[in-house]
């Protein structure tokens, strides 16, 4: 190896040093104001113009859509969806952001808007997220309580993993629970609990499930064996 090539070589490596270390810095100042709440400072840093060169176009629409998420406003947040809806991501991308408004969609109960993205959600080639968010809109929204067994055999079959695998816990916790049939839903909500993490958007409401459930007198009982070493 030359010396010219050795240079060339050092040149490439700290320019990509260099790139990292910007991201990093810009990440971090936008991931502070958001979780300080400073909606507007989020915005500024996501209007500068190095936001294009250090972020993915998909990552500047999902903060986007963030801030709108967080600001309340409903109209802004339906047309920038849209908007992405008719934008080429990576296929990983596109599942992410579709799964992740939809279940927030029917957790606030906004059946209109959860439709939508599950309309979305049936284009892609994926059947066992399709299923999952089919489940989901049909104990959820349909108030369902006929796919205890359906779901349990596709945890049985190891279908489903992290945030997925939390969701088919809680629906079936949801079913047992309107069935009356309440430590077995204590035991699925608790399931639940452990998969998913502290921002998942079904944690909050399992866990005031668990503490009801508690309240009535019921122990917390073992761990579905298939749920329990399944984490993210």
């Given at each position: ?155 049985d079959n190891k ?63 073992k761990k579905p ?8």
């Open positions: 190896m030359n010396q010219i090539t050795i240079i060339i070589i050092c040149i490439i490596f700290a320019l990509g040093l260099m790139y990292q270390l910007l991201r990093s810095g810009y990440l971090k100042s936008l991931n502070k104001a958001l979780q300080q709440s400073n909606l507007e400072r989020v915005q500024e840093i996501l209007d500068q113009p190095k936001a294009k060169l250090l972020l993915s176009k998909y990552n500047r629409d999902l903060y986007q859509a963030r801030i709108y998420y967080l600001s309340k406003d409903e109209t802004k947040l339906i047309a920038h969806l849209r908007d992405m809806m008719n934008k080429s991501y990576e296929k990983a991308d596109t599942e992410q952001y579709l799964t992740l408004y939809y279940h927030t969609f029917v957790y606030e109960n906004n059946r209109e808007w959860a439709l939508e993205l599950l309309e979305q959600i049936h284009k892609l080639e994926n059947d066992k997220l399709i299923r999952c968010c089919d489940w989901t809109k049909r104990v959820l929204l349909d108030e369902c309580n006929e796919l205890v067994d359906e779901i349990t055999a596709a945890l279908d489903y993993y992290g945030f997925p695998l939390g969701t088919c816990a809680y629906l079936i916790g949801v079913q047992k629970k309107r069935l009356a049939a309440y430590e077995e839903a204590m035991q699925w909500f608790d399931a639940a609990k452990d998969v998913f993490q502290k921002r998942d958007i079904y944690r909050p409401v399992i866990l005031k499930e668990l503490e009801a459930l508690k309240e009535m007198g019921y122990a917390m009982p064996q298939f749920v329990k070493k399944q984490h993210k």
